[in-house]
Structure formats: C-alpha cells, structure tokens
C-alpha cells in the first residue's frame, strides 16, 4: 500500500467529517494528515511495522497512526467504514466535481434532498435549488456547468492516472515467464493528457499463461473480454485495460498501429498504397491484389521493429508524441524531426512551493529535493498575499521568507537557490504585490488563480498586462484549467504567445497532471513563433518531482526542444536569462 493510497483514505474521511458537519479541527488534522503522507519520502506502510515510529513525524497524531496501522494490517479503517455508512454514496461521487466543496454538498444534501449526481441534474432543472441560502442563479449555473464538464469527460482519464497504472501492468507481465516484449500503445504512448482505455501490448512463447497472468492483476474488479488473443478487464478505479498477444515478428507493425494516432496511421497506409505496398497491424506488405497478406503466408517487407517499418516506407523514425497528422510525415521524410526535448535534460525548475505558503517542505527540503533530481538550479516560489486559501504571503511574510531563502542559498554551493515568487495576476492583469516588493525577488512566476470565467477579450488583455511587467519572467499555468475539472480562462493565444516572445517571457507548462497548462496545441504555436518555454513541476511536495515526465510529454507533443525549454540550459544561460530583463 503506497502512501498515496493511505493519503486518499484520510481526503476521504476529511470530506465526509465535513460534509456531516464534524469539528472543523478534526477536519484539518485529517487533511494534515493526508497532505504529509503525500510528501512523505518513507513508506508509511513500512514505518507502520515499527514501535512509535508513525507517531514520531510531524503532523500525524496517536490515533492516525492507529488508523494507518489497521489499514495496512487489515486492508479496511473500521471507522471510515462506519462514516461512509452515514452519507449517500453518491455524494462522494459528487466530491470530484470542480467547484463543489463538502459544505456545498452538505447543504445541497440536507436542505435540498440532493443524494447523487442524478438527483443533482434532476434539481436543477426544476429549479427548486434557487430556494437554498447562498444558491444564487449564478451559483447555480456554475455547478450545472461544472457537472456538465465532468460529465463529457466521463470514462477518460488523466494521464498522470494511466501512466503508473500502465508502468505497473508492464512491470507485471514482464515477470511473467515465456513474455518476450511488453509495451504500452494507443493515446497513452502518445502522452495526450487524457486517456480512454490503456492498451499494452504483449509477445509471449505461451499466449495462454500471458493472458492468465494479466487476469491475475491485483485490483481487477470485473474480466470483460477472455478471447485467444485478447483480454480486456476493468480495474476497481473503473479504468479499462486491454491485453494483446501478437507474434514477436510483428510486434514493431502491431506497435505502430496501436499507438495511432488514426489520423497518423491513415497518412501511412496511403503512403504504403503509393508504393504498392500494404500496411497493416501484421507488416507491410507487397500488394499483391489480394486482402489478409499476414494469412497467405506472404513474407512481410518489414514487421519486427517500428525502425523497419518507418525505414521501409523510406521515413525517419516518428516520436509517438508526434504521430497526430501535424506535419510530422512530410518532416520524417526530409529527416527534418525536431530533436524532442528529453526527461535528462531538465536541470532547472523554476516554480516550487515550501510550507511558506502550501507546500509541505522547508526550503533545505526542497533544496535536497532538486538536488536528488540533479538539477543545477531551484526557484523558491510561493504564493502571493492575494490567494488567501493558498495561505499567501503578506509583503512582511515574504520579506523575511526572502531572507530565509538568501541563507539557504548562501550556505548552498552545488545549486542556484532563488528567491522568487509565485505572484497572483488579479483580473485586470496587475501583479498582486507593488513594484518595490518586486524589486526584493530574484524571478517572478506571475500565474492566473481567480477570475478564470472572464471573457477571452479581458483574459487576453489580463494575460498581455502581467507578460509586459518588467519583472515577470514566466507565465505560470496561463490558463488556469484543470484537466476534467475546469475550462480556465480562454485567451487569444495567438495574442499571448506574441507577447511573450516580444517581451522574453517563457510560457510554463505546468507539469501537474491536473493541469499540463499549456496545453498541447499552445505549446505547438508558441514554438512555431519562436517563444521560450518553461516546463515546471508545481512542486508541493517532494513527489511532485515526478510530475516532470508528464510536463516533457506534453512539451514533446508540441515539438518543443531543449534550446527552446528554459529549464535545459546551462546554469550560466539561465542565470543571465532571469536577470536579463
Ligand atoms: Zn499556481
Ligand atoms: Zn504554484
């Protein structure tokens, strides 16, 4: 049981406490809870088998210690099993929607009859809601937007939940004797920031103990398909796995047409076809008039590896994160593919969070957590006065945080410690703190939190303001969306991203999977134009580190390379870039 596992046991008990009306501070302590098992760097799960030893860190109390002890000797916390016997289900369900906290929930359930998510819709159409103290039209239209968001992106999810599922389910069968070659395929592989079902793909000796194997996973809630060549199975989260077992000779063929995208694979087969070939999951193959080549024994041109494959449709070797028809075909064939920005090459994150504000290390924690990623440089940037609920910085607060950095960087001689801030941009584009408190910081990450429904015209010139402050460096999360969560603000891209490179500013993509902000797509153009791009990790705790992968991906997927990406430059380039402007 990871600790992240044990951290959503205490989120959950939290919600429910609350949504019952629970002492507010026992509310807080579960959630302190959660929020240090998160950061945690031991395994709670481990420290559990020893005498005092859960008691011993900060923020988990005597009885928590007790609850994590008999979750992970019995699988079940006895307590959180009699609260959820107290609430409807289906209120927890509606927990995940953006926008409804557990006091909303609370009040919707016992003054409006609300139990689910279809009671909910059911509400509001009717009305009757409007009725409710604090239910204004305005309230209302947000959570029936909300609902509907979460809604359409039913049944996909996001691809900082599919990849370590995914990594798992490799790991897995790689163990399983007589498998050959594993590999995870389709969307995933693809790095798109969301995921519909999670395709790996398998070569194995024996098919049939593969495909027993792969049933055996733990965490299976239902086996949907059990065919010769394909088991599909659906875990507890709900996610939909697919198992593929293929012959080893064709596995780079199969692999291609797995990974798609359709749009991309489509281009290969006409291509194929221009040379009288035909491609399919098995090879490509001579076209000899007839269909199914792979069951007429005719001896595929090229099968084995997806290198075979590209090279006999005299193309050069095509990232995944760029197989989506967006030019990458007419560039394989001139072998003008960008050279992707890599995972090696970040050695620098820019925007970072201690328990300044709401992080959960101190700033030698999170010094010694870039440290361990090998980084050269590590920007301390918490929050400004203005996001209050982020606990924010007053300008006092943060002239002696400012000071606390400085030492930390003093006594530091391995890495680039700086003292910045993640400064709020209020809704008309000013910075939450005055010029002269600026002045004290070495970088400014000026990032969008409230205000995120205004029109594209306002958000376009809100976003536009902030780039052209003389102190503003990167453009943290531009638009503020969360992936199945919420729209964030819709600017003129084309607009912001002119600015930013007018004014040297790097565009974030913040690596949070929840966010990946940019997006794809932007990062795409802002590239095309020429403007620098930082991929950050919004670390809040030392996990988040590993947000990295997800932020490369999302950079891969709009052509980004390392002389693009701020954070891959030398610590001497980077150190002047910050100062330059
Ligand atoms: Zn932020
Ligand atoms: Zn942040």
Redesign the pocket.
Known sequence: MTNADIARRFEEFAAILEILGANKFKVIAFQKVARTLDGMADEAADLAKTKGALEAIDGIGASSAEKIRELVTTGKIAELDELRAKVPAGLLDLLGVSGLGPKTIKLLWEEGGVVDRASLKAKLATGELSSLPRMGEKTLKNIAESLALSEQSAGRIRLGEAMPIAEFVVAHMERVPGVERVAYAGSLRRGKETIGDIDVLCAAKDPQAAHAAFRALPDIAKVLVSGETKTSVVTNRGVQIDLRTLPLASFGAALMYFTGSKEHNVKLRERAIAMGCRLNEYGLFPDDGENAPQHRGVKPIAAATEEDVFRALKLAWVPPELREDRGEIPAAEKSALPPLVQLADLKADL???TRASDGVMTIEELVAAARAKGFHTIAV?D?SKASVQANGLSVERLREHVCAIRAVAASTKDMNVLAGS?VDILSDGRLDYDDETLALLDLV?A?PHIALKQSPADATARLVRAIEHPKVRIL??PTGRIINGRPGLEPDMKEVIRAAKANDVALEI?ANPLRLDLRDTHVKAAVDAGCLIAIDC?A?SREHFEFAIYGILTGRRGWLTKEQCVNCWSQERLAAWIGRK
């Open positions: 925007h970072a969070h940037t929050h993640e990450v990032s943290g999360h913040n919004d809040h």
